[in-house]
């Protein structure tokens, strides 16, 4: 996958590519011309009687030539690194994407910071690789075979085959270090992901830190993974420092063999003064783009480990089977679960087993049950957060797996247990950045939801901007801003997982007033630990260990003295029942 899309990047967009290329050329091929004009000047300066126009002749060759490699890499630079910078950014929206649709699993197994390492420095080390190491890599090649061509043609092939004797060994010495130095990367980038996750975390959990007094063992967790870091970083540090040195000792034998050897013949009148010069010139030039093999290999090794990591990411697959070549018609909400049972796939234990109920359009449902009696997996399927594999959830007499995937998410309006806020505005929080609501349907949602005064007692009300996780609002505030979101989708089907928790129970009172007037024709589903929640509700189920246990309405439950009966009196002093 992430090799198609680079490819059709490359393809889309193969003009530029090509004009570059052939910029980079002229550029190191007109290059390549400058020792021999020099040399050829010193020639021409030999003879005491020389031409003066000759000499300004050359002169002017070497600034038109300076002009023209000025133009032409100004040019390539631009038209390839260019390139890179907007692959760089394709690749990223690809992953985004990808993110966007793989499921829940995949995150429960991931670590946020491993997730983020992926989205910045495995997609700059590909961009490094695409961009600036292949255009080094043609410019090298390029500068290395024209300045070899003209050291044996204007110069002596002996002289140059002998100073370039060094030149296998470099070779490959690189190719053995580069593979060290991809070995290495990988677990640079490992590390890296373990920082930015222990970072993450801490940020996002400095409270119960703080709660805890565990500063300090954070700290020392911290100074343990930086150490980690150091180490990997050092190491790596080291396979590609000891490249530049061993290049560098390579050159100077090169230069001492070519000063022997060279000098030698300028006295036996082999060749002349200013083709030493050039050959002295051509040998410098190449030194240049030896050197940069190695960062060439280094930023390769790194593109190609973060391209194998990227890869494992981008053919993880999203595991929800979707329809959406589908077309379907507008949705009811008529709701019914036949004979489910599902285990997570990361579970040995049933989270549900053999769950059949109908909700009827327009009647409210509530779900209650022990924590981890299986109410948000209920949810969860509803939504295909998973695939189900015993049984049917069926909408409208439909099962779930024929309609598109975006056609129920689309239809449905999740509270979620933890109220999840963007750290942007109010506003944007309650539309969900969609600029479809008018202020009205706003104003009327957060009304709905019983949060409206609150938000106009804030400084800039409506846009007041939120902190991480909303961090300036307290839980009740947060699940009714989160009820409003769902609201103002006015969904066919509306789902409260455990949302109104934080509330006290006079708001909760209002709020659930005020969902029955508006969702008079709708489906609604309230899942709950309080009774208070969910007593008006037209049937409650009472889910135990994955099982139905009992279901019914709020009197009937009650007359039947069961399970609901006995949640009822946990929550309600004799004397309330009274
Ligand atoms: N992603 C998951 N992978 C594996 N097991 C899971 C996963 N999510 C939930 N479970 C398990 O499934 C069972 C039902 O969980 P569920 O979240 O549906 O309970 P719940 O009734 O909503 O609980 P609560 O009231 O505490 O929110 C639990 O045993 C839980 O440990």
């Not at 126009?53 to 002009?67: D, V």
């Not at 670590?111 to 390492?117: E, H, S, V, Y």
């Not at 190449?286 to 990227?310: D, E, F, W, Y």
Request: hydrophobic share 40%; aromatic share 8%.
């Amino acid at each position: 996958m992430s090799n198609k899309i680079i490819t059709n990047f490359i393809k889309k967009n193969s003009f530029f590519y090509i004009v570059g290329i052939v910029l980079m050329l002229t550029a190191s091929l007109t290059q390549a011309l400058i020792p021999t004009i020099v040399g050829n000047t010193i020639d021409l300066m030999q003879d005491a009687n020389f031409d003066q126009s000759l000499i300004l002749n050359n002169i002017f060759y070497i600034i038109g030539i300076t002009l023209l490699v000025f133009l032409a890499t100004f040019g390539w630079r631009n038209l390839i690194i260019g390139n890179s910078r907007k692959l760089e950014c394709t690749l990223r929206e690809h992953l985004f994407n990808h993110f966007q649709k793989l499921s829940p699993e995949f995150y429960n197994k991931r670590k946020t910071g491993d997730l983020i390492a992926y989205a910045i420095n495995d997609i700059n080390a590909v961009r490094m690789t695409f961009g600036p190491a292949c255009a080094l890599s043609i410019n090298s090649f390029v500068i290395c075979v024209s300045a070899i061509y003209f050291m044996v043609a204007n110069v002596n092939l002996r002289l140059t085959l002998l100073c370039l004797l060094p030149l296998p060994v470099v070779v490959v010495f690189m190719l053995r270090v580069g593979k060290k130095i991809q070995l290495r990367f990988k677990k640079v980038q490992e590390n890296f992901a373990s920082i930015s996750d222990c970072v993450q975390e801490n940020i996002y959990g400095i409270r119960v830190v703080k709660a805890y007094v565990q500063e300090e063992k954070e700290i020392a967790k911290f100074e343990k993974l930086n150490n980690n870091m150091e180490e990997s970083t050092l190491n790596m540090v080291k396979t590609s420092s000891v490249l530049e040195p061993v290049i560098e000792i390579c050159f100077s034998i090169s230069f001492v063999l070519s000063l022997l050897i060279g000098g030698n013949m300028v006295l036996q009148n082999q060749i002349t003064l200013g083709a030493f010069v050039a050959f002295q010139g051509y040998l410098t030039m190449i030194m240049k783009p030896v050197l940069n093999i190695g960062k060439v290999i280094t930023h390769i090794q790194r593109g190609m480990a973060s391209l194998i990591r990227l890869k494992e990411i981008f053919n993880t697959e999203p595991h929800i089977n979707e329809n959406n070549h589908l077309t379907t018609p507008p949705i009811n909400g008529e709701i019914r679960f036949e004979n489910l049972s599902f285990t997570y796939p990361s579970s040995k234990m049933k989270a549900l087993n053999n769950i059949s109920f109908d909700i009827p359009k327009g009647h409210t449902i509530g779900i209650v049950g022990k924590t981890g009696s299986g109410k948000t997996t209920i949810i969860n399927l509803l939504l295909k957060l998973f695939n189900t594999s015993e049984g049917v959830i069926k909408i409208d007499d439909r099962s779930i797996d024929h309609f598109p995937l975006e056609n129920i998410r689309n239809s449905i309006g999740l509270v979620p247990q933890d109220s999840f806020l963007f750290s942007t505005s109010i506003k944007n929080n309650i539309t969900f950045f969609k600029d479809i609501y008018s202020n009205k349907d706003i104003e009327d949602a957060s009304q709905k939801s019983y949060i409206y005064k609150s938000i106009l007692g804030f400084s800039d009300g409506f846009y007041t901007k939120l902190g991480e996780q909303g961090v300036n609002l307290s839980g009740g505030q947060k699940q009714r801003i989160a009820i409003a979101r769902a609201l103002i989708k006015d969904p066919d089907i509306l789902i409260l997982d455990d949302s109104l928790s934080a509330v006290d129970t006079e708001t909760e009172r209002k709020i659930l007033t005020s969902l029955r007037e508006v969702r008079k024709d709708k489906t609604t589903i309230i899942i709950a630990h309080r009774i208070s929640a969910v007593e008006h509700a037209n049937e409650i189920i009472v889910l135990d260990e994955g099982e139905i246990k009992e279901k019914g309405s709020h009197n009937e439950l009650l007359e039947k003295g069961g399970m609901y009966y006995e949640m009822y009196h946990e929550q309600y002093s004799k004397d309330d029942i009274a």
